[in-house]
């Protein structure tokens, strides 16, 4: 019951952030405001992981009768931040190293659902920032500060960043498009840099070790992607699938 309800969290925290884009994307259109790609990325962005995954975590704290002590988080130490560089590198490393297997392999990968706004230079530089202050903690304070303590409360450790990871890669899917093999490739890939935050929050027990690590790499990716579609446009789509 424990692994349903946290596969059940997450989908909800999916469903108020689209609940909210689509208010967002109501109001604009009754304002007469046409939105720019930057403005459609950023406005979903901040619904999404802003506003919808905050919001669901608010309210599973409130059914449990919990407060926000539930969820380890403090400003890091110098220790903290230097996990935070390492575990970057690592996930980063990881990552690459699996998109080399499988581009050895011809296997293919999924694409963005948007990929069509990621071709957009603009935009690629601004989720950088946006990768850091709003996709990261917003993610890790859904996935690593609810539902994998709660997991951990029944589980354990190691089986609650597992459980967790395979709650948070297959997430995703609502942002990626391809055949059926292509997105279990891509649904695989992520579900290493999940285990990587997870590890790091169990490890230091501060979520905001987790979400910079996660908004480092985010960014990272974004950053390339960004230089990919300026001057290797081949590489791009790859690159943006593993992103998250």
Known sequence: MTVVLAFIIGLVGFV???GVAIVFGVAANA????????GVVALSLIALQGIGFPVTAWGYLRWRDRDWSYIKARVPSLRDVGVTLLATVVVLVLAFALLTLVQSTGTPTAERADQELLT?????????????????????LLFRGI??????ERFGAAAAILLASAAFAPAHIVSLTGSPTALAVSISILFVPSVV????????????VAALTHGLYDAVLFGLVYISVVYAPEEATMLAGVAG
Not at 31 to 38: E, F, G, Q
Not at 147 to 152: A, D, E, G, H, P
Request: no cysteine.
């Open 16 to 18: 108020v952030g689209f």
């Open 31 to 38: 304002a007469a405001v046409t939105l720019s790609d930057l």
């Open 120 to 140: 957009n230079p603009t935009v690629l530089l601004a989720l950088i920032p946006l990768g850091i202050f709003v996709i990261g903690p917003g993610e890790e």
């Open 147 to 152: 539902i994998q303590t709660m997991l951990r």
């Open 197 to 208: 935050f997870g590890a790091v929050y169990e490890y230091t027990d501060n979520l905001v």
